[in-house]
């Protein structure tokens, strides 16, 4: 349903900085830039824009797809050596559904950010 999504961030550099090392276990990279960044896998879905100086960014929820829960450990191990903030270490979470393994942590914008595997093992 989704064809792109961008977060307005305070400081680009080390917001990409962030995002360069936990999107890379899911496979994520930067694919445009300069100016907003633009992540994915094979094109940009996801961006990096700058906010303007006396905007505060609302908090948001972003949940990357992972191919599986090796690489949800992955995303996680990347963020917690980035200091991310853990929301929650990776784990099943069958209140969403049996088989729903994922992780959240905070970005440098304080965005709660989850890599999650939706497959069984």
């Known amino acids: 349903m989704l064809d792109h999504f961008s977060v307005m961030v305070r400081d680009l550099s080390?917001?990409?900085?962030?995002?360069?090392?936990?999107l890379a276990p899911l496979g994520g990279r930067r694919i445009m830039e300069p100016g907003p960044i633009g992540y994915g896998v094979d094109s940009p879905d996801f961006w990096l824009v700058p906010a303007p100086a006396d905007a505060a960014p609302l908090e948001a929820h972003i949940a990357f797809t992972a191919p599986d829960r090796a690489a949800v450990q992955a995303f996680h191990d990347a963020?917690?050596?980035?200091?991310?903030?853990v929301l929650h270490a990776p784990r099943v979470?069958?209140?969403?559904?049996?088989?729903?393994?994922?992780?959240?942590?905070?970005?440098?914008?304080g965005n709660n950010?989850?890599?999650?595997?939706h497959r069984p093992e």
Do not use: K, L, N
């Open 14 to 22: 080390a917001s990409a900085a962030f995002y360069d090392t936990v």
């Open 79 to 85: 963020a917690v050596a980035a200091g991310a903030e």
């Open 93 to 109: 979470w069958p209140e969403y559904h049996p088989t729903y393994f994922g992780a959240f942590v905070r970005d440098p914008d």
């Open 113 to 117: 950010v989850e890599a999650v595997c």
